[in-house]
């Protein structure tokens, strides 16, 4: 039973990066790959982006020029940075799991999420 | 890219069926039968309930049933239950390989 755990600040600044890591247990991160979701309170699901085991990834446009999504296989944890944030970028995150190598499109795993706040 | 669109709300009395309907493009729902739903609980993970327009994950009730016409899919929940209100979410790949997630819908059971 794959779990995914997410850590990271619950509060950023205006401005500032805001960094996130999951911890994945119960599976490799090198069997499947892995992505970024949000979600603002009150509001709907926003697709941050994935990456696959080989190191590649595939960003939402809207997010590509602030999004960075790596992984560190010595500690199976998947990380995403997002540089200069604005009070829009207060929301849950979560990670989640994505089974299908070709064509991702679903998540079939999710970690509990965090909240990161944004305000000065 | 603009998200999917789904209504904001649909009800529906015990026993009922119901359809949320989720409309995107040519260049997403249109174009690959990789449509997704989530169903989420006040302050809760969602949970994927069809991939790949139809299938079911293991455990998901058969009661939850999806399908697609053109650019339009749709999840249809038989036989309505109290626990299945909640939020649901369609999800869809598109032609930048990129992720399309609808506004959500949220289900009422009258």
């Known amino acids: 039973q794959v779990q995914l755990l997410e850590s990271g600040p619950g509060l950023a600044k205006p401005s500032e990066t805001l960094s996130l890591t999951c911890t994945v247990s119960g599976d490799s991160i090198t069997s499947f790959l892995w992505s970024w979701i949000r979600q603002p309170p009150g509001r709907g699901l926003e697709w941050i982006g994935y990456?696959?085991?080989?190191?590649?990834?595939n960003y939402n446009p809207s997010l590509r020029s602030r999004a960075t999504i790596s992984l560190d296989t010595s500690k199976n944890q998947v990380s995403v940075k997002l540089t200069s944030v604005t009070a829009a970028d207060t929301a849950v995150y979560y990670c989640a799991r994505v089974p299908a190598e070709t064509h991702p499109s679903w998540f079939d795993a999710w970690g509990q999420g965090t909240l990161v706040s944004v305000s000065s | 890219q603009s998200a999917l669109t789904q209504p904001a709300s649909v009800s529906g009395s015990p026993g009922q069926s119901i359809t949320i309907s989720c409309t995107g493009t040519y260049s997403d729902i249109g174009a690959y039968n990789y449509v997704s739903w989530y169903q989420q609980h006040p302050g809760k993970v969602p949970k994927l309930m069809i991939f790949?327009?139809?299938n079911r994950p293991s455990g998901v009730s058969t009661r939850f049933s999806g399908s697609k016409s053109g650019n339009t899919a749709s999840l249809t929940i038989s036989g309505l239950q109290a626990e299945d209100e909640a939020d649901y979410y369609c999800g869809s790949y598109s032609s930048s390989s990129a992720v399309l997630f609808g506004g959500g819908t949220k289900v009422t059971v009258l």
């Open positions: 790949d327009v139809r």
């Open positions: 990456i696959h085991y080989s190191g590649s990834t």
